[in-house]
């Protein structure tokens, strides 16, 4: 799960890289008049990616968050942290 999240996190260094560049090239191309580039296959992997980056992010936090609830001190559990990590969790 940890693997996924950490993959998902490169990825997402990687496609903000291409926006950059891309944002570089159509400036570049607005200086001289050009048309400028749409780059729609970089708008679909951004697309394409979020619900995967959505789940694997949500399991990884409640994974992490679990053990602490179910088996730390019950006394050391902040009820509204928990239901906002919670509410958090069902909005994404």
């Not at 992997?45 to 992490?64: G, H, M």
Request: aromatic share 12%; proline share 3%; glycine share 2%.
């Amino acid at each position: 799960m940890r693997t996924n999240v950490e993959k998902l996190a490169d990825i997402n260094r990687l496609v903000d890289e291409y926006k950059h560049e891309a944002d570089q090239i159509n400036r570049d191309q607005a200086l001289l008049i050009w048309e400028v580039t749409p780059f729609p296959k970089l708008q679909e992997i951004v697309a394409a990616k979020d619900p995967y980056e959505k789940l694997w992010n949500t399991a990884w936090q409640f994974y992490t968050s679990f053990e602490q609830w179910m088996n730390g001190s019950f006394q050391g559990l902040n009820a509204e942290a928990i239901s906002d990590e919670v509410c958090q969790s069902i909005d994404r």
